[in-house]
């Protein structure tokens, strides 16, 4: 998948800049209700915005408001308004609001369109509880819009693969997809997301309290119809109807999606001599490829690559930046292979191995990796221990943080002498840059610069990274949790909720961290219930407790156990837990009772929210502010910098 665009998509999705409430937090799923609520036995199809037993319905076929949300499973802020959905849910309730969805895939998300016909498969094969589990996989997984995590997500819903699979590749129900957008563009719903409640259009990643008040007035009006003799089952129909015809100035139209326009500055991106090259160093045009061997859209462009050699020659060199992206597990032990290849026979080894990694793809497991070592003549005994103790993992992880300073987060990533070109494109693609770009080098060597220095004398003017985003946070409080070094230098303050499932994600990544760094930094944890968690409060109060009884160390046994149980965080839940324990129960009862540390919890909050933090995970690092659940890298970079500063 060209995951650069996502980085493009954030920008794109319309109206999305009118969405308030950041989306790092996505629970949809068993903790926001009846998820297998009655749906069935309504065919709503002559409202002027159809329901039908084919569309994905969460609520009761009967339930006086109806929100149907048009979104796309690559929009940034499709996902953003996910945890605005779950509040709507817990709110409301599957008697009084059903939520109805439509496909809208937007033609520059080029990752979206299979994603919603393999939706639209799951739904028609195995229901609505399916549906949604693969909603939600894709959604908290939005930049691996894969063909692999397609098949691993549909696994996950519980359908029947066989069936799946021989439905999904004859596109049996893609047609569900056209429908969907045809009926869109038929109500001007053009981007994404948008939503019409009973009709009553609602544009952009609002909050809560924009569809609260949509939501409450037309429960009135239902009442209203009800009252009037309107059958419960007739409602959804009479008030669309209704609402279609109102005047247009009620409610702000949809307008086109349309795509930013292309990134066309030069960025400064720098070639050391230990990155692989295919090409005279003396080339006229650079092309940095950042890339990985487990990602196929990066085997998609391997032709692409070498109809470009072969067109331009000695005019042109690749040079190789690995990323591996977190998602792809065999991605980090093949750039350890490659880089092994590298070290022991140069820039020819490098290639040989290249090329044999992305034939073997996608089988990559170790005995695979043997077979290349072999073919490329490398002892596999010393790529083994390369790959079990890290080897050139310095090297792969700064190529990594280069990758995010220019904003390449995708694979593959390609800088032609300093300009973005992003995915798996065509020849033609490449071609149209590098004739610019061979243009303009040409003019270079003609007002005298050596050819050996034209990509230097380019990346003179090359734009570079942003400096880090910093917040200003007070030092943690003494009684603050903690682990790592006590005296550190570096600190780093995770903002956090115990409902978020994002938070618990990046668990893994915390201990990482305190295995990397060890005694180097301290970990200080913030609570910062999110408002639309009703669980979190209490169980932030309860690890406080468990802290105030028995210590910094049971604070963090508490701590593991709330994110291991995540699905289940009330209150007899939470008295088992402190049974285990071995706290005192009946202080533990009386301070959740009495909200004895709710004070203290709302403290937390309150620093986060002065310093312009309200989504979690977040992260303080010596004032460096990490937002979500990042990878290793990016925190890794932070720290770094952090402690090359603290000397």
């Not at 003179?460 to 603050?480: H, I, L, R």
């Not at 005296?487 to 201990?511: G, H, L, N, W």
Request: hydrophobic share 40%; net charge neutral.
């Amino acid at each position: 998948m060209n995951k650069g665009t996502a980085i493009v998509g954030f920008f794109l999705c319309f109206m999305a800049g009118m969405g308030l409430m950041w989306g790092i937090d996505r629970s949809k799923g068993t903790a926001i209700g009846p998820e297998s609520a009655s749906v069935g036995g309504l065919d709503h199809s002559e409202s002027p915005v159809p329901v039908t037993e084919k569309d994905p319905i969460w609520g009761n076929a009967d339930a006086p408001v109806t929100i149907v949300e048009i979104s796309d499973f690559e929009c940034p802020f499709c996902s953003r308004v996910g945890p605005t959905m779950d509040q709507i849910k817990k709110t409301y309730g599957p008697d009084k609001v059903r939520i109805v969805w439509k496909h809208q895939p937007l033609p520059f998300h080029k990752a979206a369109r299979p994603v919603h016909e393999a939706a639209a498969t799951v739904h028609a094969l195995a229901g609505n509880d399916a549906f949604w589990k693969f909603h939600d996989k894709a959604f908290a997984n939005q930049r691996a819009l894969t063909e692999e995590n397609i098949q691993a997500w549909a696994k996950e819903s519980g359908v029947d693969m066989a069936k799946f699979n021989e439905a999904y590749k004859a596109k049996k129900y893609a047609a569900k997809v056209d429908e969907d957008m045809a009926m869109a563009t038929k109500v001007g719903a053009t981007g994404t997301p948008a939503f019409r409640i009973n009709g009553v259009t609602l544009v952009g990643a609002q909050p809560f309290e924009k569809f609260k008040e949509v939501i409450d007035a037309q429960l009135g009006e239902a009442q209203k119809a009800i009252a009037a003799g309107t059958p419960k089952d007739r409602v959804y129909v009479e008030l669309s109807k209704k609402n279609a015809t109102a005047a247009p100035e009620a409610a702000a139209p949809d307008k086109p999606a349309e795509p930013p326009p292309p990134d066309t500055a030069v960025w400064k991106v720098p070639v050391f001599n230990d990155d692989p090259q295919k090409g005279p160093k003396d080339a006229l045009v650079t092309i940095v490829e950042w890339s990985e061997f487990q990602c196929p859209f990066c085997k998609r462009v391997l032709e692409t690559g070498k109809q470009i050699t072969d067109t331009y020659g000695k005019d042109v060199r690749i040079v190789w930046k690995d990323n591996p992206l977190p998602f792809h597990p065999r991605a980090k032990p093949t750039a350890v292979l490659a880089r092994h290849a590298y070290k022991v026979k140069g820039d020819d080894g490098f290639w040989a191995a290249h090329d044999a990694l992305f034939e073997s793809q996608p089988k990559l497991e170790d005995e695979d990796l043997k077979a290349v070592s072999e073919k490329i003549g490398l002892p596999w005994d010393a790529v083994k221990a390369a790959i079990d103790g890290n080897k050139y993992m310095d090297k792969i992880d700064a190529n990594a943080e280069l990758a995010q300073d220019v904003e390449a987060r995708g694979t593959p990533h390609f800088f032609v002498n300093g300009r973005r070109l992003s995915g798996a494109q065509p020849f033609d693609a490449f071609k149209k840059l590098i004739d610019e770009e061979l243009g303009k080098a040409k003019a270079l060597v003609a007002k005298g610069i050596p050819r050996s220095k034209v990509y230097e004398e380019i990346m003179k003017e090359g734009k570079e990274p942003p400096p880090p985003e910093k917040k200003d946070v007070a030092k943690p409080d003494a009684d603050s949790p903690w682990k790592g070094g006590a005296a550190a230098k570096v600190v780093i303050q995770e903002f956090s909720d115990y409902q978020c499932p994002f938070c618990k994600r990046v668990e893994p990544t915390m201990d990482e961290i305190k295995k990397a760094y060890g005694n180097k930094v301290k970990i200080v944890w913030r609570d910062l219930p999110l408002p639309f968690h009703q669980d979190a409060p209490l169980a932030a109060e309860a690890c406080r407790e468990a802290m105030a009884q028995k210590g910094n160390d049971t604070y963090w046994k508490c701590h593991a156990h709330l994110f291991e149980n995540q699905q289940d965080l009330k209150r007899p839940a939470l008295e088992k837990m402190a049974t285990d324990l071995g706290l005192d129960m009946a202080k533990f009862k009386a301070a959740l009772d009495n909200r004895t540390h709710k004070a203290r919890v709302e403290r937390d909050t309150k620093i986060g929210n002065d310093a312009g933090i309200s989504g979690t995970p977040a992260f303080v690092i010596n004032g460096y502010y990490i937002s979500g659940a990042q990878p290793f890298p990016a925190f890794k970079k932070a720290i770094d910098r952090a402690l090359k500063e603290a000397k």
